[in-house]
């Protein structure tokens, strides 16, 4: 997969990767509530002495001020930039000479945290979580280099196929909702933000009523419980109230053509997708393998680069958020061949709208689906992420279990019901950045 717009994805996709990969056959999950109520799931791990903390809150970029995009991007690049007593460089080497990591991020729909540290700083590595979340510092001297650095990223994804392709397509497909706006901000809106906006976003945002706590290592649920206490017990109860608007996506047949003196094309494509909650999620998941998601396996992949050669990437993903959900896929080939790399994408929609799969392709489907998850998770970080992602879906804690049955349970004819619901060559919005021939914009 390539394109900024997947790799961005990846803070939900890390997150969305992770629960759809199948199941941990030995995973023990354990339900944790400290004294105070503050949850947390827990799987050990005592075989090296390393514990791995994941959180999230619900409430992302998405809640950005208008004119202030890029808030809870510049947010969580702050963070761990001093707290408490502790200034920037005292904050950061104390992390480097124990070897503990503390980083955040921002996503539309989450504000995030993952800590790693070994056992013997456990309550040190903790102790600047809450530092971090309950008394963050904002100097001036960081909040204006990390503004800066903000600032050249920017400046520097404006000549970038991907990053600007990205953006173009979400505000294309978003133009009234805040999914639509980017979620680093812009150049104007990244230089409005003022400590203010950043110490009153910590105060609303970061609350227990949104939090998600995922851990993985070596400590037990009898050390952990009070961890959560004197970590997260600080936080407000509550967050600010808020609320982002169900929509749907404007998938209307646009194609936006963005001039880039580039020797190859960008392309970036959606169709409507399918909620993460809906009950034909499985099947769609499994069509998107076939049709575009299972790399050289899959039928664009076979159709647009093994027989035309039209081009070096291609592929498609489902992206459920919060409030919406897209259907979304790229491509990158030479100029010149943009208008037949569109036309075989197309193609290929309308053959599965129409006949669906075949035995042996949702067979093979299946197989990988189900048999690919040792390969994917044997760091302590993204099980980490995926008890995170399991407790935010509502998964429940026997997901692990149940998942591979319900790959298993899809048949050809749920994937001919959810294709013709869910693909619409024509009405494809679609992005493209470089200089195509013969491809215009339309009106």
């Known amino acids: 997969m390539s394109g900024r717009l997947a790799r961005a994805v990846l803070t939900t996709a890390a997150l969305i990767l992770v629960l759809y990969a199948g199941p941990a056959q030995a995973t023990k999950i354990e339900r944790v509530v400290s004294p105070s109520g503050i949850e947390a799931w827990l799987v050990e791990d005592h075989l090296n002495p390393i514990i791995s903390l994941r959180l999230a809150f619900r409430g992302g970029g998405a809640l950005d001020p208008r004119g202030k995009e890029g808030l809870a991007n510049m947010v969580s690049t702050l963070l761990d930039e ?62 204006e280099r990390l503004r800066a650095q903000i600032l050249a990223k920017l400046r520097h994804e404006s000549e970038d196929a991907d ?26 809106s990244v230089a409005a933000i003022q400590v203010a906006d950043l110490r009153r976003f910590v105060k609303e945002r970061l609350a ?72 034909d999620f499985y099947a769609a998941f499994v069509m998107n393998h076939i049709l575009g998601g299972g790399g050289f396996t899959s039928r664009l992949y076979r159709e647009v680069r093994e027989k035309r050669g039209l081009a070096y990437s291609v592929y498609s993903y489902l992206h459920p958020m919060d409030r919406s959900a897209v259907y979304l896929g790229g491509a990158g080939t030479a100029n010149a061949r943009v208008s037949e790399t569109l036309n075989v994408v197309r193609d290929e929609w309308a053959k599965l709208a129409k006949d ?40 429940g804690m026997d997901y692990l279990d149940k998942r591979n049955g319900y790959i298993e349970a899809v048949t050809l004819d749920d994937i001919r019901r959810v294709a013709r619901k869910l693909l619409h060559p024509d009405d494809l919005t679609i992005v493209v950045v470089g200089q195509p021939k013969d491809v215009k914009q339309a009106p």
């Open 163 to 188: 990053a600007v392709a990205g953006k173009a397509l979400m505000a294309a497909l978003y133009p009234d909702h805040p999914y639509g706006r980017p979620t680093d901000g812009t150049l104007e």
């Open 208 to 279: 227990r009523d949104t939090l998600y706590i995922g851990v993985v290592g070596d400590i037990t649920a009898e050390q952990l419980a009070p961890l959560l206490d004197q970590t997260f017990g600080p936080l407000p109860a509550k967050a600010a109230p808020w609320q982002v608007p169900l929509t749907e996506p404007r998938t209307d047949g646009r194609l936006v053509v963005i001039d880039k003196p580039l020797k190859q094309s960008n392309i970036l494509f959606a169709d409507k997708g399918i909620m993460r909650n809906d009950p």
């Open 82 to 143: 001093g707290a408490g007593d502790l200034d920037s460089k005292t904050f950061q080497q104390t992390l480097t000479d124990k070897s503990i990591t503390l980083r955040f991020d921002a996503a539309r729909d989450s504000f995030g945290a993952r800590v790693q540290t070994l056992t013997e700083f456990r309550d040190l590595a903790f102790d600047l979580l809450r530092q971090a979340m309950t008394m963050p510092r904002f100097d001036a001297e960081p909040v």
């Open 356 to 395: 669906g799969v075949t035995e042996a392709e949702l067979t093979a489907a299946k197989q990988f689906l189900t048999g690919s998850f040792p390969l994917r998770f044997t760091a302590t970080e993204r099980i980490a992420s995926m008890l995170v992602g399991m407790q935010m879906e509502d998964l």
